[in-house]
């Protein structure tokens, strides 16, 4: 499908962050070539969530533009493969983040209220995956906010997701929660960590009450490792972050 503004024209980086204005840095112009713009980037940006769901097996799109423009807590890192489409160039990948509050608990059972960066969906194009194109969207993330993947709280992490991790930044093991995240064994002593160094609060210890003091549910990540997760992989499904229903969790926890 041709578009009225060609992806490099909008795009100047290899990978943009976007916020909920859905206006690349360094793009100029005047009312008209802005809502031109916009209106081009939200239907790449609907077709590639679109991608990402379908590979997953969702049966809803988690990224959308108007998601994005009615949160201004998201950003959305998209990536571009700036020779595509005869030198107009196209979006090959997506990872999208936030802030979420969040009760989590640690491997003592405690349940720790938060306020993490978490990571909501994540793709790449079929054609480009296994490439490194995964590695280089996530560490631009890490880097531009000065975030490290042991702070970070994954939504639905799937056995792709759980691979990456180990294989790039040495995370050899999930804690699944109640809520669908999932954290690293290390999330509290490095969300604590940066926290100080960041200003923000650290984790706080509250007492099991309500739906917390049900017991926590049983870590899948030694099925997954000895592949019996329970999950289905698709044929072109990439790194999968997704949101289950209370149904779904229950059938993979």
Same mark, same amino acid.
């Given at each position: 499908?041709?578009?009225?503004?060609?992806?490099?024209?909008?795009?100047?980086?290899?990978?943009?962050? *976007?916020?909920?204005?859905?206006?690349?840095?360094?793009?100029?112009?005047?009312? @008209? %070539?802005?809502?031109?713009?916009?209106?081009?980037?939200?239907?790449?940006?609907? @077709?590639?969530?679109?991608?990402?769901? /379908?590979?997953?097996?969702?049966?809803?799109?988690? +990224? /959308?533009?108007?998601?994005?423009?009615?949160?201004?807590?998201?950003?959305?890192?998209?990536?571009?493969?700036?020779?595509?489409?005869?030198?107009?160039?196209?979006?090959?990948?997506?990872?999208?983040?936030?802030?979420?509050?969040?009760? *989590?608990?640690?491997?003592?059972?405690?349940?720790?209220?938060?306020?993490?960066?978490?990571?909501?969906?994540?793709? =790449?194009?079929?054609?480009?995956?296994?490439?490194?194109?995964?590695?280089?969207?996530?560490?631009?993330?890490?880097?531009?906010?000065?975030? +490290?993947?042991?702070?970070?709280?994954?939504?639905?992490?799937?056995?792709?997701?759980?691979?990456?991790?180990?294989?790039?930044?040495?995370?050899?093991?999930?804690?699944?929660?109640?809520?669908?995240? #999932?954290?690293?064994?290390?999330?509290?002593? #490095?969300?604590?960590?940066?926290? %100080?160094?960041?200003?923000?609060? +650290?984790?706080?210890?509250?007492?099991?009450?309500?739906?917390? #003091? #049900?017991?926590?549910?049983?870590? =899948?990540?030694?099925?997954?490792?000895?592949?019996?997760?329970?999950?289905?992989?698709?044929?072109?499904?990439?790194? @999968?972050?997704?949101?289950?229903? @209370?149904?779904?969790?229950?059938?993979?926890?």
């Amino acid at each position: 499908m041709d578009f009225i503004v060609p992806v490099n024209e909008m795009l100047t980086d290899k990978i943009t962050k *976007l916020n909920n204005t859905l206006i690349p840095p360094g793009f100029h112009g005047d009312v @008209r %070539s802005v809502r031109i713009m916009q209106e081009t980037l939200s239907k790449l940006i609907d @077709r590639l969530g679109e991608q990402s769901s /379908t590979a997953q097996n969702l049966n809803r799109v988690i +990224t /959308t533009a108007e998601k994005l423009r009615n949160s201004p807590d998201l950003i959305l890192y998209i990536l571009k493969d700036a020779s595509a489409k005869g030198g107009k160039g196209e979006l090959i990948g997506l990872l999208k983040v936030g802030w979420k509050h969040l009760f *989590l608990f640690d491997e003592q059972d405690k349940v720790r209220q938060v306020e993490p960066l978490c990571v909501l969906d994540f793709f =790449v194009l079929p054609d480009y995956q296994r490439h490194g194109y995964g590695k280089v969207l996530f560490d631009h993330m890490l880097k531009d906010l000065n975030a +490290t993947p042991k702070e970070l709280a994954i939504d639905g992490p799937s056995p792709k997701m759980e691979q990456f991790l180990r294989k790039n930044y040495g995370i050899q093991r999930l804690i699944r929660q109640n809520t669908n995240f #999932a954290i690293s064994p290390d999330f509290f002593t #490095a969300f604590a960590e940066t926290s %100080s160094k960041s200003g923000r609060s +650290t984790p706080v210890v509250t007492t099991s009450v309500g739906r917390f #003091a #049900a017991p926590k549910p049983q870590s =899948v990540i030694a099925n997954v490792i000895h592949g019996d997760s329970g999950y289905q992989e698709t044929s072109n499904g990439f790194y @999968r972050c997704r949101q289950m229903s @209370r149904q779904d969790s229950l059938q993979h926890t």
